[in-house]
């Protein structure tokens, strides 16, 4: 996996797909390649390592249309050249592009070997291209011969195939991996994330799992394995281009944290209903009777997702008085869970496309179960699945780690909550204390943020240690493990978050001068508990960086450093306690000189297991 570009037209599709591999760096790939179909000849040209390396390779006079690209994220098979994408058959005629993963690709490895023919990659992906080069004969046209060769392959697809035997045109499929087709005038593009088109169209066709689509210069034609014709028409995407540009910010790391005061306006903008302190939440598709009937709440994501799902737990059962648990999806999908109608379900996905959340959302509507999501991109492949939501509109996230939405997940949550307790036991004062503790949220977070030179101080300092311990009670151990997960993405300092009390019971044996302590503390009924934590840390000589509220003296003279944030509602504080953890891991990255939008061995959405 990870991002697909073409174009067909009358232009030369050779930089349009490469400007479009640039727009899909930030989800993370280690290798690069594109073909293109030029007087009916097929050239492929591929490069491990960046964007840059493969560019240095390409003939100046390369051009053509159509054209595919690919930046891939090694799941089987090391980065190298002969494992980036494309594919081709064993004529050098057709290549193709995959996203996903074929899990027979063992099986047709060894099938396509006993007839004779040589893999050149270790890839699953390449059969692909054998198995549409063998149909194409007997099959007629490209499009059937795509249609006979994924009907061999289990597991999942995002495709695009060129031939140079059909130089007309690009075709694509899709299961279970992302694939929008971008609209021109007398041109079509297709990608697997509209981030790679909204420079060249806003009309775009959101491809749904089984079926195929043929694009050529005069338009797209869209249809099912059994080549029944599907009606589809073109959305508008709805972000402006500017709003994948990283303006005057050094990273997009840095932009998404600096936008959250104006994220999480959006995500409240039209919701809170003062007439009665609730939440009006258009998209949830459930009546007061149905919110009556839950008796327990399952969040289920991925990363960030899990964390924010664990800190919403926190919020939705202190707010509603229902159990509320959350789990990673991946846990969950794999464990056979017992489904029951009266537990509501919400996946947390901010691209919508987590194999891992998408599966773990399948299982629950195969059982019977009822799923809302909190999602950020619109019409996203999880969006779609589920029974209804809340769309985060913290506009796009580039940077591979989360941020801004993780925070707009936490708002999000905080709004469902407030809908779901005011429908049962939270009377109107609380609902009015916390509809004001919401709006004061991105003026407090611009306070927060407005420290960040203290914080890059404090960063350039802790950043020099090779070990970190995050702690946390209750609502501030989730904190906590976010705090934690941030640093550990892009700074590559290894950081471990327990709950403060848990330190006592095996980690304080590392705790020494080398290893410090970052303390998440709200001023909350646990405060007096998080002291003597801190007391055991300080006797073991170990330094403590406090991220808690003024006005505690005692906790201030036990911390080697503090930073205040200001304080919200109890069951808000872990959002704006959250942000200053952000840009303590961005800095710290900085100050090592990480690659701080492309960290590592990581990538932005994970659309395989
Ligand atoms: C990847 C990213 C994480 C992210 C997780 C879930 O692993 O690197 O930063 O939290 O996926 O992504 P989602 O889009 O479902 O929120």
């Known amino acids: 996996m990870c991002g697909i570009v073409g174009y067909v037209g009358r232009r030369d599709g050779v930089p349009i797909v490469l400007e479009g591999l640039h727009r899909l760096e930030y989800r993370g790939y280690d290798s690069a390649g594109l073909a293109v179909v030029g ?23 390369l051009k053509g249309s159509p054209c595919i690209g690919h930046t891939r994220w090694a799941t089987h098979g090391e980065p190298s050249d002969d494992n980036a994408h494309p594919h081709c058959d064993a004529g050098g005629r057709l290549a193709i592009v995959h996203n996903g993963i074929v899990d027979n690709g063992a099986e047709l490895r060894a099938e396509l070997s006993a007839r004779g023919v040589e893999l050149r990659s270790e890839t699953d992906s390449e059969v692909l291209a054998h198995l549409i080069a063998q149909a194409l004969p007997s099959a007629g046209s490209l499009e059937q011969a795509v249609r006979e060769a994924v009907r061999r392959v289990a597991g999942t697809y995002g495709l695009s195939v060129v031939s140079a035997d059909h130089p007309d045109r690009i075709v694509v499929a899709r299961n279970g991996s992302p694939v929008v087709l971008g609209v021109g005038e007398r041109e079509m593009f297709v990608a697997s994330d509209a981030a790679a088109l909204v420079r060249h169209t806003q009309q775009v066709v959101y491809l749904d799992d089984g079926e195929i689509a043929v694009l050529t ?10 080549a029944e014709p599907t009606d589809k028409r073109p959305d508008r995407v709805g972000v402006v281009p500017e709003a994948y540009d990283k303006g005057e910010h050094a990273h997009y790391m840095l932009k998404e944290i600096s936008e959250q005061p104006e994220a999480v306006e959006r995500t409240l903008r039209g919701r809170l209903d003062r007439r009665f302190e609730t939440t009006h939440l258009g998209g949830l598709n459930l009546e007061p009777r149905d919110v009556l009937a839950i008796r327990r709440i399952k969040i289920l994501g991925c990363g960030s997702g899990y964390y924010a799902g664990l800190s919403g737990a926190h919020l939705l059962e202190t707010l509603t008085r229902i159990p509320t648990h959350a789990e990673p999806a991946s846990e969950f999908r794999y464990r056979n869970p017992v489904i029951e109608p009266d537990v509501l379900y919400i996946a947390i996905s901010q691209s919508g496309e987590t194999f891992d959340t998408l599966a773990a959302v399948q299982e629950v509507k195969r059982k019977g179960g009822r799923v809302l999501g909190v999602i950020n991109v619109v019409g996203s492949t999880i969006a779609r699945a589920c029974d209804g939501g809340i769309y985060m509109h913290a506009g796009p996230e ?29 009377g109107p004062a609380d609902g009015r204390r916390l509809i004001e503790a919401l709006l004061a949220l991105p003026e407090q977070i611009r306070q927060v943020l407005g420290g960040r030179d203290r914080i890059a101080e404090l960063a350039a300092r802790y ?16 904190a906590a493990l976010e705090g934690a997960q941030k640093l550990k993405e892009v700074s590559y300092i290894h950081a471990e978050a ?27 009924h646990l405060l007096d508990k998080s002291v003597s934590s801190l007391e055991e840390i300080r006797a073991r000589k170990g330094p403590v960086l406090g ?25 808000l504080d872990p959002i704006v306690l959250g942000v200053p953890l952000q840009l303590l891991a961005y800095e710290a990255a900085v100050a090592l000189g990480r690659d701080v939008d492309q960290p590592r061995n990581l990538a932005k959405s994970v659309t395989v297991e």
């Open 39 to 61: 007087r009916s000849a097929l050239k492929v040209h591929k490069a491990a390592g960046k964007i840059r390396a493969l560019e240095a390779t390409l003939p100046k006079r």
């Open 217 to 226: 210069a005069d338009g797209y034609e869209t249809s099912t394995l059994d």
């Open 398 to 426: 580039v940077s591979v780690t989360s941020t801004k939405t993780f925070t707009c997940t936490l708002v999000a949550l905080a709004l469902l909550a407030l809908h779901i307790g005011r429908v049962r036991d939270l």
């Open 463 to 478: 950043s020099q240690y090779r070990h970190a311990f995050f702690i946390g009670r209750a609502a501030g151990y989730p």
């Open 498 to 524: 327990y709950p403060a009390a848990e330190l006592k019971h095996g980690p304080l044996a590392l705790v020494s001068p080398d290893t410090p302590t970052v303390a998440v503390l709200p001023h909350d």
């Open 547 to 571: 991220i808690t509220h003024a006005g505690d003296a005692r906790l201030d003279a036990l911390c080697d450093d503090v930073l205040h944030v200001p304080r919200s509602a109890p069951e």
